[in-house]
């Protein structure tokens, strides 16, 4: 008799659409193998040339993007379903899984809303997203040429529903020096 899958150790991160801030159906998991998690924060500065200054001036003009990047290997593995059902899958139906994030909702050739929302959970590394981009690397195929092991490679963009300054970056200790 096998072991519940709940009293399991939780080795996968995971992908959760979300429409409206409620996840969306079942969770993509990938394996909890990115050897890192890149992170960037885009500043945007008005770049001012004055007359006669040898060299330009900035001007800030507000906080850019902040991105996340991972890559992680994709295998023929089984996806955790519904009820803890396990789901053979192979690496193409997973790119698919994958692009389908990338893709507007559509109902009757109408398009009802952009690309999902998705919340991105890595361990207690947990972030509101919109998908950027999916890249896919196929490694190695079997003797029917189908796909048996691949890279995929991810970038998000954080959503965030609150203003950062200094004062609230540093829980209230005011213009701290860095």
Same mark, same amino acid.
């Given at each position: 008799?096998?072991?519940?899958?709940?009293?399991?150790?939780?080795?996968?991160?995971?992908?959760?659409?979300?429409?409206?801030?409620?996840?969306?159906?079942?969770?993509?998991?990938?394996?909890?193998?990115?050897?890192?998690?890149?992170?960037?924060?885009?500043?945007?500065?008005?770049? *001012?040339?004055?007359?006669?200054?040898?060299?330009?001036?900035? &001007?800030?003009? =507000? =906080? =850019?993007?902040? @991105?996340?990047?991972?890559?992680? @290997?994709v295998?023929?593995?089984?996806? *955790?379903?519904?009820?803890?059902?396990?789901?053979? !899958?192979?690496?193409?139906?997973?790119?698919?899984?994958?692009?389908?994030?990338?893709?507007?909702?559509?109902?009757?050739?109408?398009?009802?809303s952009?690309?999902?929302?998705?919340?991105?959970?890595?361990?207690?590394?947990?972030?509101?997203?919109?998908?950027?981009?999916?890249g896919? %690397?196929?490694?190695?195929?079997?003797?029917? !040429?189908?796909?048996?092991?691949? %890279?995929?490679?991810?970038?998000?963009?954080?959503? &965030? @529903?609150?203003?950062?300054?200094?004062?609230?970056?540093?829980? =209230?200790?005011?213009?701290?020096?860095?």
């Amino acid at each position: 008799m096998g072991v519940p899958i709940s009293s399991k150790p939780f080795f996968m991160g995971s992908l959760f659409p979300l429409i409206d801030d409620i996840p969306d159906g079942i969770p993509i998991f990938f394996n909890y193998n990115p050897p890192e998690l890149k992170q960037q924060r885009q500043i945007e500065y008005e770049r *001012i040339q004055p007359i006669g200054f040898s060299h330009p001036q900035y &001007h800030y003009v =507000g =906080g =850019g993007e902040s @991105t996340h990047s991972i890559d992680f @290997t994709v295998r023929n593995f089984r996806r *955790i379903g519904q009820g803890g059902v396990r789901i053979p !899958m192979s690496v193409d139906a997973y790119i698919a899984l994958l692009k389908d994030l990338t893709l507007p909702l559509r109902v009757g050739g109408q398009m009802i809303s952009g690309p999902p929302d998705i919340l991105f959970v890595l361990g207690a590394y947990v972030k509101t997203c919109k998908l950027l981009s999916v890249g896919v %690397t196929v490694k190695k195929w079997n003797k029917f !040429m189908l796909e048996e092991y691949a %890279t995929a490679s991810m970038t998000f963009a954080e959503i &965030h @529903t609150t203003s950062e300054n200094r004062v609230n970056s540093f829980k =209230g200790i005011g213009s701290a020096r860095l």
